[in-house]
C-alpha cells in the first residue's frame, strides 16, 4: 500500500522560495498519477498540479501562474515541489497526493487523489 510523507515547509518573507519533498513507499510513484494539493485555513482543499500516470505531463493550476515547478527523482521514490515567489495567499497546509489520473478542468486542478501525504505547512508572511 503506498504512503507518502510530505516534509520542508516553513515561514518564508512574500517573494522567497520554499522546496517541498514527498517520499513514497510501499509501491512505486510511476505508478501513480501524482501531484499536490494545499488547504488554506477556513478555504477547501485545492489541487496544484498533477503528473499523468499516462504521459507524464504535468497540469498546473492557474494560480501557480509559473512560479512553481515540480520535479521527481525515480530513483529516490520521491517528488519535489519547488516554489518560487511566494505570496501570502499560498500560505496553507501542503499534502502530496496519488491517484489514478489526472482531473482538470478550465486550470483547475481537482483532488481526484485516493492517498495523501501528512501534509506540510507553508506560510508565507513578513
Known amino acids: 500500500q503506498l504512503q507518502l510523507v510530505d516534509s520542508g515547509g516553513g515561514l518564508v518573507q512574500p517573494g522567497g522560495s520554499l522546496r517541498l519533498s514527498c517520499v513514497a513507499s510501499g509501491s512505486t510513484l510511476d505508478d501513480y498519477a501524482i501531484g499536490w494539493v494545499r488547504q488554506a485555513p477556513g478555504k477547501k482543499r485545492e489541487g496544484v498540479l498533477c503528473i499523468s500516470r499516462e504521459d507524464g505531463r504535468t497540469y498546473y493550476a492557474d494560480f501557480v501562474k509559473g512560479r512553481f515547478t515540480v520535479s521527481r527523482d525515480n530513483a529516490k521514490n520521491t517528488m519535489y515541489l519547488q516554489m518560487n515567489s511566494l505570496e501570502p495567499e499560498d500560505t496553507a497546509t501542503y499534502y502530496c497526493?496519488?491517484?489514478?489520473?489526472?482531473?482538470?478542468?478550465?486550470?483547475?486542478?481537482?483532488?481526484?487523489?485516493?492517498?495523501w501525504g501528512q501534509g506540510t505547512q507553508v506560510t508565507v508572511s513578513s
Open positions: 497526493a496519488a491517484g489514478l489520473a489526472c482531473t482538470v478542468v478550465v486550470g483547475t486542478v481537482w483532488d481526484d487523489f485516493t492517498s
